[in-house]
């Protein structure tokens, strides 16, 4: 669905990401990790056509990305739910018109839709949270309102950008679970994360790939993860 053959990417002069080939075939986990500032938000951004590649060849969808105008993108960025590493909440509106922002800018009024975004909430565990506004919810909280609005238009793909960070053991546990019943439904996921005992237990739930961005390289993390 997302595939990317000898990608670079560079913001300025040196290059950040060099030779990087992916493929999010459906029903994949991969999780991507490397040092602070490596390039995983910058590669994720490559993913969902936020950034244009400066060489190689990214396709999505079977299409390639440099034949994909700004219709194009606008639908294809429906197939690919991103949670990104801020959230990015309107913080003005409540949890559940954030929720449902997707489906308004898509054309679709929510109120058609009230049934399903109440189960989504519900799955999120937000239900009792739908009305408060973002500045009110607990990190744990944000994250699971982030991962619903990222599902709301049920895309084939889920990018998260560190969904994890600064929530506690817990938390992250039941955020992973989310994402792996997601990926048990067939969507392909991939998670940006430092964590490595997030990835350590993935693995015991899921057939998990672990990429690591090494020297402006994309390579299989050891064998110890
Ligand atoms: N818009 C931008 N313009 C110039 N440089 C940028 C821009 N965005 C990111 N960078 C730089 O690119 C490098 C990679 O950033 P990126 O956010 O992709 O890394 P990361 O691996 O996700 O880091 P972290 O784990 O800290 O979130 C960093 O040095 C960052 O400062």
């Avoid at 590649?53 to 197939?79: K, N």
């Amino acid at each position: 669905m997302i595939e990317l053959r000898g990608v670079g990417y560079s913001y300025s002069g040196d290059a950040l990401l060099s030779d990087i080939s992916l493929t999010l075939a459906p029903g994949s986990f991969h999780f991507l990790t490397g040092p602070s500032g490596a390039g995983k938000t910058t590669l994720l951004k490559l993913c969902y056509l936020e950034l244009k590649s400066t060489s190689g060849q990214v396709t999505l969808f079977g299409r390639p990305a440099q034949e994909i105008g700004r219709d194009g993108i606008a639908r294809i960025r429906r197939r690919i739910g991103v949670v990104h590493q801020d959230c990015r909440f309107l913080d003005h509106l409540p949890v559940l018109d954030n929720i449902a922002l997707p489906l308004t800018v898509a054309g679709h009024p929510p109120e058609a839709h009230r049934e399903e975004l109440g189960e989504l909430l519900a799955w999120v565990g937000l239900e009792a949270r739908a009305r408060a506004l973002p500045p009110e919810l607990s990190g744990g909280e944000r994250q699971r309102a982030a991962l619903a609005r990222a599902i709301v238009m049920s895309p084939d793909v889920i990018l998260a950008d560190e969904p994890t960070g600064n929530l506690d053991w817990e938390m992250s546990l039941r955020l992973l679970t989310l994402l792996t019943e997601l990926n048990r439904l067939g969507k392909s996921v991939l998670i940006a994360t430092h964590d490595l005992n997030l990835i350590r237990q993935a693995k015991t739930q899921v057939a998990a790939r672990v990429l690591r961005i090494r020297n402006r390289h994309l390579v299989a993390a050891g064998a110890d993860l």
